[in-house]
C-alpha cells in the first residue's frame, strides 16, 4: 500500500486549513495526527464504538470511516469546538456536574452525539436521549449519569438552569446537591 | 441515603456532597490527555507481528527482509528480552515476545519501529517465521486429563503433575460431610460461567523513551504503574533508579490493564535500540486478544441447609479455564473459593479449585476478580435452597447474615456490614411483597447478595512498605498541591485525594492541584486493582492533610493566643471555634505557618493490618482491611416465542461504608450494575473450535460482534446507598468499584425463575439458550409460575 499525499480543504470548528494528508487517510487520522485534535478518539478504528464521533453538518458523522476526501468543504465540528469563549458547552459542563464522564475516553463521541440532538430537539425526552446515544459506547456508566447531564443541560440550554457556578464553590455543591433532591 | 448510626455528615463540610471531579472538564472538553494523544518528537510507530497458530514451536524467525525495508529502524524477537514475567512474582511464565514457542492465536514474535504505522504494517509481512505446530489444548477438561501424549501448554510445575495445571486450592473449614447430614435439604447444582472480557473503550498504547543518560521512561495505559516500573527494569536490565512510568489518563481498565503487557517491554526495548521515542497503538482485535479477563468457571455446588432456612454446609469444586499464561491465576484459583464466605454465616465450607492452561488468550482479573462466577452461582443455590424450604429468598439471606464485627468460617474478618440495609433497601424500593411470586407468568423478580474486598492485606510482592502514599505541599496562594501515585482509570481516585485535602485543610476544590501518575515524583501506589484505591490511597492522604492541619493550627493558635485544636479550618478560613467571627483567610494561615515551620510539605501513607487472617496456608489471601456489602433485586421480562430476556429495572444497594462523593459512587454503582447486566444477558468472550472455523481463533474480536450493550440495551439502574461508617475506610469509606456487580448476574437468573419456573445455570441467558431452556421446560411440563412461599415466620415442614 504505497500512499500518496494530497492537499484537502477544511473547515473544523470554523477555522479552515489546507493541509498535505495521505489519500488513505480517514477524518479521524486526519484531526488526531495532522491538525493535533486530539480529543477526538479512537476506540475501534471500525465505526463499531462511536468514541471518534464529530459533527458533519450538523450531523453525527463516525470519522473513523470517512474517508477525509468526502468531507471537504463541509462544516465540521469536534469536541474542541463545542465550547466558545464564555466557556464550556451547557453540555460539557453538565457532564462534569453530574459525573456523566468516568474514564472520559467515550464523552467527546457522545457530546457531539447529544449536541446534534439538542440542536434538533431541545426538549428531549428519556427515550429520545437513549436513541440519540444508542451509538456510542460507554463502557464505565451504564448511561445513567450521561442521561441525567444530557437532560439538565437540555433545561439550562432552555434557560431553566441556574447559570453555571464556579467548580468546587459552595453555589456548585449546592446546585449538585438540588439535583439530587430533585430526584 | 440509608444511615446506620445517625447523621453522616457530622463535622464534615465537604466530604459526603456531590462535587465535580478534578478532572472533570478536562473530560468533556477534549483537553484531557490519553497516552495515545501524546506525540513526541521524531516518534517511531511500532506493531507486534502475532502467531496465526494457537500452540506451535517456533523453528526459526528471519527478519532480514524487514530490517531492509526503508523505514524500518529496528525488529527485535523473543530472544532481545528472553526474561520471564508476570504479575504474581512466582509464576513468571510468559515473555514479551515468545522465545521458542506460541501457546495462543495472538502471541507475539516479533516486534517492529518504523517511520511510520503503515510502514511497520508492511514491515510485518516481511518478517518470516517458521512454526511447527502442535497440538492444542482448547477445552479446560482435555487440558485437566491430558496424559503428555503431546507437549503441555507449559512445563509441569511440580513433579508428577500435568503441565497443565496452573495452580490447584483445596481448602476445607469446619465439618462439610457432618453438615451435610445435618441438612433438612440439600440442593446441588452445576453451572458454567462462559468468559467475558474487559472492552474498555481506550485501546492499550505505550510510548517509549530513552535518553542517552541511560534513563528509560514508558507512558502506558496502564493500572499498576509501580508493577510496571519493576518488570520493566527487571526485564530490559535497566535500573530501577533509570526508570520512569507515566500513566497519563486510563480511557477505561476493568482489571485489563492491571499487569505488564508486551507492548511496554517492545517500546521501551525499541526505544533502546533506536534511540528515538517509540509507540505502539493495539488494534480492537489485538485489546480482544491481550484478554486477561473473566475466567471460564465450571462449578459444582452441594449446599445444605436446615428446614428453618439455615445454612449447614457449602462444598464447590472448580475448574478454571485459565488460558495460555498464568497471569493473576494463583490468586484467581483462591479467590474462586475464599470470597464466598460472607455474607453468610457458613458453619462449614469446602471448596476444590483447579486451574488450567489451554491454548487462548490469557484468562485475569476483570471487575469482582474470582468471585463473580462462584457468586452466580451460589446466589441461585440459595434461591433453590429457599424455595425448597418455603422461605422468601430476602427472609433466607437474613436468617443467614453473618453480622458485623466477627470472622468468617475461612478466619477473614469482617468489621462494618451493611448487608441487612441493603436487603431492606431494594425490598423496599423494588415493591418486593407485593411482586415476588405475583408477577404475571412472564415476568419476575429475584435478589441476589454478596460481598467484596477493599482492597487487599497483602501486597502482590512481600513487602513491609506502606501500600499508598501521598505527598501534599501548600503554598503562599493558599493552594494545596497533592501528589498522588494512584491509578485514575476513571473512577475518581484523583478527586477523593483533592476532596479529603480540602476537607482537612479548608480550601476550596478548586484550590487543590493533584499531580499524579508519575513514579518520578509521585509515591508509590501499588495500582487500581482490587478495590484498594479509595480505601488507601484516601488513608494516606487524610495522614498526609492532617500533619499540615496540625501546622497551620498551631500557627494560627500562636497568634491568636489561643489553643491549637480550637482553631478550625474550613470554607477558605481559619475561624476560632469558641467565637467563629474571629477568622482569618486560609491564605494568611497558610503564610503563618510557613512563617513558623518554613517551606510546608508532608507525606501520609497507609498500610493494611498484617495480623488478621486465618494460619493456614493460602489464609492470607481474600484477608482485606474492610469489606463490602451489595445487594440487588431485578426485575425482568422473558419473551416466550424469542427467549428474549427483557431487564426492566435493577435496584442496586450498596454498603460503601461511607459516600466521599454520592455523585461518584453511584455511578461505580450503576457500571458495576450495567457490566453484571452485560454478562449475564449478551457477553461471551469465546473462541472457535476446529469444526467451525479455526480452533483458537476469537469467535468475535470486535465491538460490533462481541456485543456490549448500547443505551437501548442497558436497563433503568436505580442506586441506594448504603452508608455503615467503617471504622478503618477513610471517613468510614470502602470500596464501590467492583462489589455491586456481583448480584447482578443471580439476581437476573433468580429473577427468570421467578418469571417462568426455568432455572438457567449456564451464561450467558442469551435468546437462543433461554428459548431452548423454556421449550424443554414446556415439555417437561415444568413451564409455570413457581409456588409462593409461606407467609414469614410460618412454621415450616422438612
Same mark, same amino acid.
Given at each position: ?183 | ?74 525488529? #527485535? ?31 507475539? !514474535? ?70 451435610? *447430614?445435618?441438612?433438612?435439604?440439600? +440442593?446441588? %447444582? ?32 496502564? /493500572? +499498576? ?36 503487557? *508486551? ?67 494463583? +490468586? ?48 441461585? /443455590? ?6 425448597? !424450604? ?49 408477577? =404475571? ?11 467484596? #474486598?477493599?482492597?487487599?492485606?497483602? =501486597? ?8 499508598? %502514599? !501521598? ?81 497551620? /493550627? ?97 435496584? !442496586? ?89 456481583? =448480584? ?50 410460618? =412454621?415450616?415442614?422438612?
Amino acid at each position: 500500500m504505497e500512499s500518496t499525499t494530497e492537499i484537502v480543504r477544511l473547515t473544523v470548528n470554523g477555522d479552515r486549513h489546507e493541509l498535505g494528508v495521505p489519500t488513505h487517510h480517514t477524518l479521524l487520522e486526519t484531526l488526531r495526527y495532522t491538525l493535533g485534535l486530539t480529543g477526538t478518539k479512537q476506540g475501534c478504528d471500525k465505526g463499531d464504538c462511536g468514541a471518534c464521533t464529530v459533527l458533519v453538518d450538523g450531523a453525527p458523522t463516525l470519522s473513523c470511516i470517512t474517508p477525509v476526501w468526502e468531507v471537504e468543504g463541509k462544516p465540521i465540528r469536534t469536541v474542541e469546538g463545542l465550547a466558545s469563549a464564555d466557556g464550556p458547552h451547557p453540555l460539557q459542563d453538565a457532564f462534569d456536574l453530574n459525573g456523566a464522564a468516568q474514564c472520559g475516553f467515550c464523552t467527546p463521541g457522545i457530546l457531539c452525539s447529544a449536541a446534534a440532538l439538542l440542536e434538533d430537539n431541545p426538549s428531549p425526552q428519556r427515550d429520545e436521549v437513549r436513541e440519540a446515544l444508542s451509538g456510542n459506547l460507554c463502557r464505565c456508566t451504564g448511561y445513567a449519569k450521561i442521561y441525567d447531564a444530557v437532560e439538565a443541560a437540555a433545561a439550562r440550554l432552555r434557560g431553566e438552569g441556574p447559570s453555571r457556578p464556579g467548580p468546587g464553590s459552595a453555589a456548585d455543591v449546592q446546585e449538585t446537591g438540588d439535583r439530587r433532591t430533585d430526584r | 441515603m440509608t444511615t446506620p448510626g445517625g447523621n453522616p455528615q457530622s463535622d464534615l463540610n465537604l466530604i459526603g456532597r456531590p462535587m465535580r471531579k478534578v478532572e472533570g472538564l478536562d473530560k468533556s472538553t477534549g483537553r484531557a490527555v490519553y497516552t495515545d494523544d501524546i506525540v513526541l518528537p521524531g516518534m517511531l510507530h511500532g506493531k507486534i507481528l502475532r502467531s496465526p497458530h494457537p500452540h506451535a514451536r517456533i523453528v526459526s524467525i528471519d527478519t532480514r527482509r524487514a530490517e531492509a525495508l526503508e523505514g524500518v529502524h529496528a525488529v #527485535i524477537t523473543g530472544q532481545d528480552m528472553a526474561t520471564p514475567y508476570g504479575i504474581i512474582p512466582w509464576t513468571p511464565d510468559e515473555y514479551p515476545l515468545c522465545t521458542d514457542r506460541v501457546r495462543y492465536i495472538g502471541d507475539g !514474535v516479533a516486534a517492529v519501529a518504523a517511520v511510520d504505522e503503515d510502514t511497520a504494517i508492511r514491515a510485518m509481512d516481511l518478517i518470516d517465521v517458521e512454526y511447527e505446530e502442535l497440538p492444542g489444548f482448547h477445552d479446560p477438561h482435555a487440558a485437566l486429563e491430558a496424559d503428555g501424549g503431546s507437549p503441555y501448554v507449559h512445563e509441569a510445575k511440580k513433579e508428577g503433575w500435568n503441565g497443565n495445571i496452573t495452580k490447584i486450592v483445596k481448602l476445607e473449614f469446619g465439618e462439610v460431610d457432618a453438615g451435610m *447430614d445435618d441438612a433438612d435439604v440439600v +440442593v446441588e %447444582g452445576e453451572y458454567f460461567f462462559e468468559g467475558t472480557t474487559h472492552a474498555p473503550i481506550e485501546p492499550h498504547c505505550a510510548i517509549g523513551l530513552y535518553e542517552g543518560n541511560g534513563k528509560l521512561t514508558v507512558w502506558s495505559a496502564t /493500572q +499498576v504503574p509501580h508493577y510496571l516500573h519493576r518488570e520493566l527494569a527487571r526485564v530490559l536490565d535497566v535500573d530501577p533508579a533509570k526508570v520512569r512510568v507515566i500513566q497519563p489518563l486510563v480511557g477505561g481498565a476493568f482489571g485489563g490493564k492491571s499487569e505488564p503487557f *508486551d507492548l511496554e517491554f517492545c517500546v521501551g526495548k525499541l526505544a533502546m535500540i533506536t534511540g528515538r521515542p517509540v509507540k505502539i497503538l493495539y488494534t480492537r482485535e489485538e485489546v480482544f486478544y491481550s484478554h486477561r479477563g473473566r475466567h471460564p468457571f465450571h462449578m459444582k455446588y452441594r449446599t445444605g441447609a436446615t428446614a428453618d432456612g439455615k445454612l449447614t454446609s457449602v462444598d464447590a469444586k472448580i475448574l478454571l479455564d485459565g488460558g495460555a499464561y498464568a497471569s493473576f491465576g494463583l +490468586v484467581t484459583t483462591y479467590y474462586s473459593g475464599q470470597l464466598l464466605c460472607a455474607p453468610y454465616e457458613m458453619p462449614a465450607y469446602r471448596f476444590d479449585s483447579t486451574r488450567v492452561y489451554t491454548n487462548k488468550p490469557a484468562c485475569g482479573p476483570k471487575r469482582g476478580h474470582g468471585s463473580v462466577q462462584p457468586r452466580f452461582a451460589f446466589e441461585v /443455590q440459595i434461591d433453590k435452597l429457599a424455595e425448597r !424450604v418455603g422461605i422468601d429468598p430476602i427472609e433466607f439471606r437474613r436468617r443467614n447474615f453473618i453480622g458485623s464485627n466477627t470472622r468468617t468460617v475461612n478466619e477473614l474478618r469482617v468489621t462494618s456490614n451493611g448487608f441487612l440495609e441493603c436487603l431492606a433497601s431494594v425490598e423496599r424500593a423494588s415493591e418486593w411483597a407485593d411482586k415476588f411470586r405475583r408477577l =404475571p407468568f412472564g415476568r419476575g423478580i429475584g435478589i441476589a447478595g454478596s460481598t467484596y #474486598i477493599s482492597g487487599t492485606n497483602y =501486597p502482590i510482592y512481600p513487602n513491609e512498605m506502606p501500600q499508598s %502514599g !501521598v505527598q501534599m505541599q501548600i503554598d503562599r496562594s493558599g493552594r494545596v498541591a497533592v501528589f498522588s501515585g494512584a491509578s485514575e482509570i476513571g473512577q475518581g481516585c484523583d478527586s477523593v485525594v483533592a476532596y479529603i485535602a480540602a476537607e482537612e485543610l479548608g480550601v476550596s476544590l478548586d484550590h487543590v492541584r493533584v499531580m499524579r501518575g508519575d513514579t518520578d515524583f509521585t509515591p508509590v501506589d501499588l495500582g487500581a486493582y482490587s478495590s484498594r484505591v479509595t480505601f488507601m490511597v484516601g488513608n494516606a492522604a487524610i495522614d498526609a492533610a492532617r500533619k499540615l492541619k496540625r501546622m497551620i /493550627q498551631e500557627a494560627v493558635a500562636e497568634a491568636w493566643e489561643v489553643r491549637p485544636g480550637e482553631v478550625l479550618l474550613s470554607g477558605g478560613l481559619a475561624h476560632w471555634a469558641p467565637d467563629t467571627e474571629r477568622q482569618m483567610p486560609i491564605r494568611e494561615a497558610f503564610n503563618l505557618a510557613e512563617a513558623k515551620f518554613g517551606t510546608l510539605g508532608s507525606t501520609g501513607s497507609y498500610n493494611t493490618p498484617k495480623d488478621v487472617h486465618g494460619e493456614y496456608r493460602g489464609g492470607t489471601i481474600g484477608a482485606s482491611p474492610a469489606y463490602s456489602f451489595t445487594a440487588h433485586a431485578a426485575e425482568v421480562e422473558v419473551d416466550m416465542e424469542t427467549g428474549i430476556v427483557d431487564v426492566k429495572k435493577v435496584w !442496586v444497594a450498596h454498603d460503601c461504608g461511607r459516600a466521599l462523593n454520592p455523585v461518584l459512587v453511584e455511578g461505580q454503582m450503576e457500571g458495576s450494575a450495567y457490566m453484571g447486566f452485560a454478562e449475564a444477558l449478551m457477553e461471551e468472550h469465546i473462541f472457535k473450535d476446529a469444526d467451525h472455523g479455526r480452533a483458537g481463533l476469537h469467535n468475535a474480536p470486535s465491538l460490533l460482534d462481541y456485543r456490549i450493550p448500547t443505551s437501548l440495551d442497558t436497563p433503568e439502574l436505580e442506586s441506594l446507598i448504603v452508608e455503615s461508617i467503617d471504622p478503618e475506610g477513610p471517613y468510614g469509606a470502602k470500596e464501590a468499584g467492583e462489589g455491586p456487580l456481583h =448480584p447482578s448476574i443471580p439476581a437476573i437468573a433468580n429473577a427468570i425463575y421467578d418469571a417462568v419456573g426455568v432455572r438457567m445455570d449456564r451464561l450467558p441467558f442469551s435468546p437462543p439458550r433461554m428459548w431452548r431452556a423454556i421449550e424443554a421446560a414446556r415439555e417437561a411440563g415444568s413451564l409455570r409460575k413457581p409456588a409462593a412461599p409461606k407467609p414469614t415466620g410460618a =412454621p415450616v415442614g422438612a
